[in-house]
């Protein structure tokens, strides 16, 4: 656009004179055409001051509210461009982030939990509708519900979008933004995972800068390592625990094994062996006990009972 | 709208085609374009009713320059969707994939949402007195008058402020 030029202040200054200027019932027209008409830097000054008043009008409302969401306006942080290391068959879309301060208020916390045997739905101040899966908790912060945390487990999310409202979710390390949308967010054992069924949203991580653009039918997983995955989910697999199943796409053990745990109410350990192992495939959730030894089936491995209660998956009996 | 508001606006129209037409040659600096935003405004003058004729003139150049402002928006929301796809083409072609969603509103939201961040980013930037006197002017709508009265400093250290702010923030969106 025009302003990347080097206009003199000067001329920048009289474009913001004459703009102040043509404000005025009796402005003076004549002479701000014979100005733009002098030098053709005037009318480059003049569109980009003109842009720039624009879009603060046309954002002014959602940028208020931001602030009030911040109490304050806040320290700056500075923008650099990093792209994420992503593995997978499929490199995101990444868009620049500009830095943006979490949003912080005074108001306590509210925390949703769902029992261990069943899912419990909340409609949030905002009109998100959420269900958490059974033994999952979020805290929700902030006036209008603007920061929801996942805590632990998985939890759907469907929300309408509003531009002008700042929906953040995080999950551990990751904070998903510009929401409009349905998916499903899960935080286990240290993975991470989230598949979008529907619209799509941005995804940063306190440990890269940028975005990742996540679209309906994508999911993306972060292993406890930190590895990242994109990769293509049938949409209606995402949240299909919903519907009583358990569907993974290349996902990390350490996460289906933390959802077994979950569902079954077991301590699962995962044999040294298999922890780098990645798993495919759907499971029955049922009572939640067939879990563990379906999954077993389908690797072609054996679980073993352990003192206490827990159960091995993987290695040699003993 | 009746007929003699309609024959007011066709005369104003009139009356000062020739000046509109100066005015959108001298913005665009392009004649072809001013030609076409001078039928659009001659369109629009029409459907919409008119204050008295004494402020007329001053109504219809108040008009060209805001159509001049939505074309510029437009060209710059374009260019930032284009950008965004060629980024988009780039990776997914390294990958050999199709881009999922192309939709054209839901870019646009994730561009307006962007130009929200970078706004706030941006206004958070400003020096002190800058950032508090553009915030109660430009964001909470607060009059010159309201805002030198509330920061306890003179109406024109208010307009200095906002200059300011108006110098930096350009610089900062418009990269």
Redesign the interface.
């Known amino acids: 656009m025009t302003a990347q030029s080097n206009l003199d202040e000067r001329v920048i200054d009289e474009a913001l004179a004459w703009q102040a200027a043509l404000e005025r019932d009796d402005a003076d027209w004549d002479g701000y055409m014979a100005w733009l008409e002098a030098d053709p830097r005037h009318r480059e000054a003049f569109d980009s001051i003109a842009l720039t008043t624009a879009m603060v009008e046309e954002h002014k409302d959602a940028v208020g509210s931001l602030f009030d969401v911040q109490g304050v306006a806040a320290s700056p942080r500075p923008q650099r461009r990093m792209r994420w290391a992503l593995g997978g068959g499929l490199v995101a879309a990444l868009v620049l982030a500009a830095g943006l301060p979490l949003l912080r208020t005074g108001q306590a916390p509210s925390v949703y939990a769902a029992d261990t045997d069943k899912s419990r739905a909340v409609t949030l101040a905002n009109g998100a509708n959420i269900l958490l899966s059974p033994a999952s908790r979020i805290v929700v912060h902030g006036k209008d519900a603007a920061r929801i945390e996942l805590a632990s487990g998985e939890v759907y999310f469907a929300v309408r979008h509003d531009p002008s409202r700042m929906l953040t979710v995080e999950a551990g390390p990751y904070r998903i933004t510009d929401i409009g949308t349905r998916f499903s967010v899960n935080l286990s054992g240290g993975s991470f995972r989230i598949g979008v069924s529907e619209g799509a949203v941005s995804i940063a991580s306190d440990k890269a800068d940028g975005q990742v653009r996540l679209q309906a039918g994508q999911q993306l997983t972060g292993g406890a390592d930190g590895h990242l995955t994109l990769a293509p989910v049938a949409a209606s697999e995402v949240g299909s625990w919903r519907e009583g199943r358990l569907s993974y796409s290349d996902a990390p053990l350490a996460l289906v094994v933390a959802d077994i745990s979950r569902y079954s109410g077991k301590r699962v350990i995962v044999d040294p062996s298999l922890e780098t192992r990645h798993f495919s495939g759907t499971l029955v959730i049922g009572d939640g006990s067939r879990l563990l030894p379906d999954l077993a089936t389908v690797m072609g491995v054996a679980v073993h009972p352990q003192a206490g209660g827990a159960l091995r998956l993987g290695g040699a009996d003993r | 709208m009746n007929a003699d508001q309609e024959e007011e606006v066709e005369t104003l129209y009139g009356l000062h085609r020739g ?1 509109l037409r ?2 959108l040659n ?4 392009d004649s072809v374009e001013a030609e076409d935003l001078l039928q659009e405004l001659w369109l629009r003058a029409r459907q919409r009713p008119v204050g008295p004729v004494g ?1 007329g ?2 109504y219809l ?2 008009m060209a ?1 805001n159509l ?2 939505d074309r ?2 437009e ?2 929301r374009r ?1 930032a969707r284009e950008r ?1 796809w060629s ?2 083409e780039t ?2 072609a ?2 050999g ?1 199709e ?3 192309r939709s054209g509103t ?1 870019e646009d ?2 561009i ?10 941006a ?3 400003l020096p002190e007195g800058a ?1 508090r006197a553009f ?1 109660l002017h ?4 607060l009059s010159h008058a309201e805002v030198a009265a509330q920061l306890g400093i003179s109406k024109s250290g208010v ?1 200095k402020h906002i ?1 300011v702010a ?2 930096y ?3 900062a ?3």
């Open positions: 000046e100066r005015l001298a913005r665009l600096g402020n003139r001053a150049f108040r320059q001049v402002v510029l928006r060209r710059q260019m965004r980024d988009q990776d997914f390294q990958a994939m881009p999922t969603d839901a939201q994730i307006a949402r962007e130009e929200v961040a970078a706004l706030a980013s206004i958070a930037n950032r915030e430009k964001i909470r709508g307009e200059a108006m110098k923030l350009r610089r969106l418009l990269r």
